[in-house]
């Protein structure tokens, strides 16, 4: 059950001797060629420990969502490492690659990406099958609170709604790791307060570490670690030693 958060959770201190789940090394990438070349990240380092909530903030252009898709393995890097629980994500590697996006990963993004043609239920069932255990179906429609929409199309649905469904969808085979591309872009204040608590209680009910990109800054708050990005670069690298839950942050 998901269970929301009643009090604040007391700053997490990195071991230097532990493994991290998520090490970013010298993180290259590039677009174009010749004088078309473009530098969009520039050797990032970072660590995330398993659990943790992350932040990636920075103004648009500055290699937010680029990051996001190299983590995720759906974009190829110049140069440098990406290791999730100590394994390298080999991009050549289509069966190490494959088993990664099964089993360990899940996505959210801005715009949804559900399939128009399938009902809130059918939209979740996609991903059901795709890891090695997967969560009851039922329990997770009633936990996202869609089970009385869960026959309904993503047109019949509002922003809210159909976000869950994604994140849903995204949750259905217990990733290890969620990535979550502005998740709350396209949402009104409200509807994107109750998301962010969403995220709150799946990280706080199965340890699930969760990137989140955005431009917005409040978002930080409740997060474990900050990430500031500004062309390419990291500017900050933050653990937030004043974290909030997600139902008193305020923008």
């Known amino acids: 059950m998901l269970t929301k958060n009643k009090g604040k959770e007391k700053h997490r201190h990195i071991d230097a ?65 990406i290791l999730i629980n100590g394994k390298k994500i080999e991009l050549d590697d289509k069966d ?17 990406n559900l399939i128009p043609d399938l009902t809130v239920k059918e939209n979740i069932e996609v991903c059901e099958y795709l890891g090695s255990k997967s969560l009851n179906i039922d329990k997770l429609l009633s936990d996202l609170g869609l089970k009385e929409h869960q026959n309904k199309y993503p047109r019949q649905l509002s922003g809210g709604q159909q976000q869950r469904t994604s994140i849903g969808r995204a949750l259905i085979k217990t990733p290890t790791l969620l990535l979550c591309d502005e998740p709350t872009g396209a949402l009104d ?28 800054e409040a978002i930080s708050r409740m997060s474990d670690r900050v990430i500031h990005l500004k062309d390419g670069r990291i500017t900050k690298d933050e653990m937030n030693n004043n974290k909030i839950p997600a139902k008193e942050l305020a923008w």
Do not use: W
């Open 96 to 112: 190490g690659l494959l088993d990664y996006r099964r089993n360990h990963l899940g996505f959210v993004f801005q715009f949804y």
């Open 189 to 216: 204040y409200d509807t994107s307060k109750e998301i962010l608590e969403l995220l709150e209680r799946v990280n706080h009910e199965y340890n699930t570490t969760i990137v989140i990109v955005t431009h917005n």
């Open 17 to 81: 001797d532990k493994t991290m789940f998520v090490e970013v090394k010298d993180l290259k990438k590039d677009y174009g060629f010749g004088e078309n070349l473009v530098h969009v990240l520039k050797g990032l380092n970072f660590q995330l420990e398993k659990g943790e909530i992350c932040t990636v903030l920075g103004p648009s252009g500055a290699g937010k969502s680029t990051l996001l898709n190299l983590i995720g393995g759906i974009d190829t890097l110049t140069s440098g490492e």
